[in-house]
């Protein structure tokens, strides 16, 4: 079965919310890496956290880890309509020959 | 722009067909990855690259095969696909672990 697990596979909200999306993953981590996709384009990194690390923040962005319950959440705050995307979690396993594994990612719409 | 160059950006092939992918980064980066994301479905990692050495096969069908000829360019050689071969090849470079990776813009894979 797949490393990372996103939660919720979709999500709808209004201009101005936050949003927030939640990841679980099953083995080890070296770090904990956050990824936007516009519809059928390449992915585009966000932040990425390391096993050692518990909240990073990047701009409007606020991402968390949970090493003992093997999970990360990515928050947006103040949201707007040009972060509609999906969203994913990917993770580098330890061990792991610099492979990246990927959820199945949050779809995020934003209403105006 | 993310670095990294993939074409094509869309391909239609029969199955009787022969072709070819091609990604190319020139961020110095010593990892190059494909992955395949089709509707629905995680991303998938199909081969890594690191330091031009294969170290990464997912259990791919031989109809794929991935070549690296340096470490600025990799290909993935198609022949004789099937219908659900169908989806977004996406190409990605990191230049060591711990860091992200970043994605192209993906080739749009379809199989008639």
């Known amino acids: 079965s797949q490393q990372g697990e996103e939660d919720p596979q979709a999500l709808s909200i209004q201009e101005g919310e936050n949003a927030t999306m939640n990841c679980s993953y099953k083995?080890?981590?070296?770090?904990l890496q956050w990824y936007r996709q516009n519809s059928g384009r390449g992915l585009v990194h966000l932040i990425l956290?390391?096993?050692?690390?518990r909240e990073k923040h990047s701009g409007r962005l606020r991402v968390t880890l949970d090493t003992s319950k093997k999970s990360s959440s990515l928050l947006i705050t103040a949201s707007r309509a040009a972060d509609t995307a999906s969203y994913f979690c990917a993770t580098e396993l330890v061990g792991g020959a610099q492979k990246l594994v990927f959820g199945q990612g949050t779809r995020l719409t934003i209403n105006p | 722009e993310t670095g990294v160059t993939q074409t094509p950006r869309h391909l239609v092939m029969g199955m009787t067909n022969k072709k070819s992918l091609k990604c190319e980064q020139h961020?110095?980066?010593?990892?190059m990855y494909w992955y395949k994301q089709s509707a629905k479905k995680p991303l998938e990692l199909m081969f890594v690259?690191?330091?031009?050495?294969?170290?990464e096969n997912n259990s791919v069908p031989s109809r794929f095969s991935p070549e690296c000829p340096n470490s600025s360019h990799l290909f993935l050689h198609l022949h004789t696909l099937q219908p659900e071969d169908s989806a977004l090849y996406l190409c990605?470079?990191?230049?060591?672990?711990?860091?992200?990776?970043?994605f192209g813009q993906g080739t749009r894979l379809t199989v008639v």
């Open positions: 083995t080890s981590i070296n770090n």
């Open positions: 961020l110095g980066h010593n990892a």
């Open positions: 690259y690191s330091l031009e050495e294969r170290v």
């Open positions: 990605a470079s990191s230049q060591a672990p711990g860091v992200w990776a970043f």
């Open positions: 956290i390391r096993s050692n690390e």
